[in-house]
């Protein structure tokens, strides 16, 4: 399966992010809160919140959304590495975003990025959280 540098590239950007958001609120619905270490917080105008208005997901809530996973070459490593997460898409619609909205991702080193939430549905940016 080939893969966009693009695309690559909004891939591993988002490897083990904190997940920001200026989003539009959809009709409410119940999600659990998490029990382990909170791994992604979603904040903003999420319809789905957990939180104190916010959605936290630790590692068992992240992984009962839907599994997606591609192998790919990196510069880091000499053979091709399988990544393994939830595409982005699939988060966003869990915690209750409208098409239109932006996403204010901020990474464990305080990389930054705004991606339109258009970009995730279309292109299928995935968060990875296994890599092997």
């Keep these: 399966m080939k893969h966009s540098t693009r695309r690559r590239g909004a891939i591993l950007s988002l490897l083990a992010a904190g997940l920001l958001g200026s989003l539009v609120a959809l009709p409410?619905?119940?999600l659990n809160a998490p029990?382990?270490?909170v791994l992604l917080t979603v904040s903003g105008a999420v319809a789905n919140a957990?939180?104190?208005r916010a959605a936290s997901f630790d590692l068992a809530l992240?992984?009962?959304l839907p599994l997606t996973s591609f192998s790919t070459k990196t510069p880091w490593y000499a053979q091709?590495?399988?990544f393994s997460g939830v595409l982005l898409r699939d988060l966003l619609a869990g915690v209750g975003v409208a098409p239109g909205a932006?996403?204010?991702a901020v990474a464990l080193n305080d990389y930054r990025v705004d991606i339109p939430a258009?970009?995730?549905a279309?292109?299928?940016a995935m968060l990875a959280y296994l890599l092997v």
């Design 118 to 120: 258009d970009d995730a």
């Design 28 to 30: 409410a619905r119940a």
């Design 35 to 37: 029990t382990g270490k």
């Design 62 to 64: 992240l992984q009962q």
């Design 80 to 82: 091709p590495r399988r």
């Design 102 to 104: 932006t996403i204010k």
């Design 50 to 52: 957990n939180d104190n």
């Design 122 to 124: 279309r292109d299928g």
